[in-house]
């Protein structure tokens, strides 16, 4: 896939060459470098290890040889589970998110997958706003989900998406 992002030194003219890759142990140190900075409480190199180990879906989003993000979802019976979607965060607020998004239905819809979960953190509403435009809804809220500063623990929004039709689906039951 061929783009031409705004933060990126190129020629007018030059495309930029966006792929995924399957994470592997080669490219954790920076993967765990953007999760030190983008979050206070970043996933540690043993969420991520087990992660691979689980055989879990999880993919690096790349221009060349600069990371742009990466996510981690786990497959369940007809539904994926999302754990972490992370933008590098001088790449925030540029498609990266939609972008890994789309590849992550795609995916979960190629294992006949109905919908997927995630938690997102009460106080980030910038993540809450592009679940959302992306056609997540809130279902439910975890409290005490997550760590926070002091000790202290944070609530968590559930939210889902379908991906096929949940009228069509309740009506005939699962295929």
């Not at 001088?90 to 819809?109: I, K, P």
């Not at 294992?111 to 809804?137: C, D, K, M, P, T």
Request: with cysteine.
């Amino acid at each position: 896939m061929s783009v031409q992002p705004s933060s990126f030194a190129a020629a007018p003219d030059a495309c930029l060459q966006v792929h995924l890759e399957a994470l592997t142990l080669a490219r954790l140190d920076a993967v765990l470098a953007v999760e030190q900075r983008a979050y206070s409480h970043p996933w540690t190199r043993g969420n991520f290890t087990d992660a691979l180990a689980c055989d879990y879906q999880t993919q690096v989003l790349m221009a060349g040889e600069q990371m742009l993000g990466y996510f981690v979802a786990m497959m369940g019976v007809d539904e994926v589970h999302l754990l972490n979607i992370t933008v590098v965060p001088e790449f925030q607020r540029q498609g990266w998110a939609r972008m890994m998004l789309d590849a992550l239905t795609l995916w979960a819809r190629g294992r006949n997958a109905r919908w997927i979960w995630l938690e997102v953190r009460v106080s980030n509403l910038r993540a809450q706003h592009v679940y959302q435009a992306y056609g997540f809804r809130r279902v439910g809220e975890r409290k005490h989900y997550y760590p926070a500063a002091q000790g202290q623990r944070e609530d968590a929004l559930l939210m889902r998406r379908f991906l096929v039709d949940p009228v069509r689906w309740h009506s005939r039951g699962p295929e």
